[in-house]
């Protein structure tokens, strides 16, 4: 991904913080000529069994993700094989209303985290444990952050008979850029009016965006 200099997040806890707070990652790798690239959204958490901070650039950070193995994408993906898992954090639409002057033209604010990885495949057929570890996982890190405490202990069962067809992963990152695009190429007055502006809205993107640039340095 593209960054110019005035978009670079601040400091990599910026980029660590919008995977976790946006978790639905698009996952991209390669496919055949014939095939061209697979594109798959999905969830993905961070490896609850590794600790400590993340680098700078997220490098030998482990996460975790989970794919319907019917999906052609999951026959594509090969252990080792690189691939790239695409994050997007708050965004909106910044009018040149909002500038007070002439000439503007329009503009998008937005946050993403493009992150580089080797994949490895969680094989249920061999490892079925595991591959149940990555989704009470998933559901442990979602419910605790984004649900209302859900138990999924009477589940269980359920989760074990539909584990064949979920095709379980683990993404070693290896680098991984952050795109923070929040108006740092504006006149400090004509930043303060868009994030003044987004933060009246009522949409809950546009009030994120403003948070986040009320942040910056």
């Not at 490895?120 to 149940?132: C, F, K, N, Q, V």
């Not at 209302?148 to 008979?161: A, I, N, P, Q, V």
Request: net charge negative.
């Amino acid at each position: 991904m593209y960054v110019p200099p005035p978009y670079r997040e601040p400091d990599g806890s910026w980029m660590a913080d919008l995977i976790r707070g946006n978790p639905l990652a698009l996952l991209v790798s390669n496919g055949t000529d014939a095939e061209g690239p697979f594109a798959t959204h999905l969830p993905v958490i961070p490896d609850p069994r590794t600790t400590g901070e993340w680098s700078a650039d997220l490098s030998g950070t482990t996460l975790l993700g989970h794919m319907n193995r019917a999906n052609p994408h999951w026959a594509a993906l090969e252990t080792g094989a690189t691939a790239l898992l695409a994050f997007t954090g708050p965004h909106a639409y910044v009018s040149p209303t909002v500038y007070g002057v002439t000439p503007a033209a329009p503009t998008w604010n937005f946050t993403s985290v493009h992150v580089r990885g080797t994949i490895e495949r969680i094989d249920e057929a061999t490892s079925a444990e595991e591959a149940l570890q990555v989704v009470k996982s998933t559901v442990r890190a979602f419910e605790s952050r984004f649900g209302t405490g859900w138990d999924m202990s009477e589940s269980l069962g359920y989760f074990r008979k539909i584990l064949p067809a979920v095709g379980a992963f683990r993404f070693t990152v290896s680098g991984a850029d952050g795109m923070f695009k929040l108006s740092q190429e504006q006149a400090p007055q004509i930043r303060d009016r868009v994030q003044q502006s987004f933060s009246q809205r009522a949409c809950s993107r546009h009030r994120a965006t403003a948070a986040l640039m009320e942040q910056l340095p």
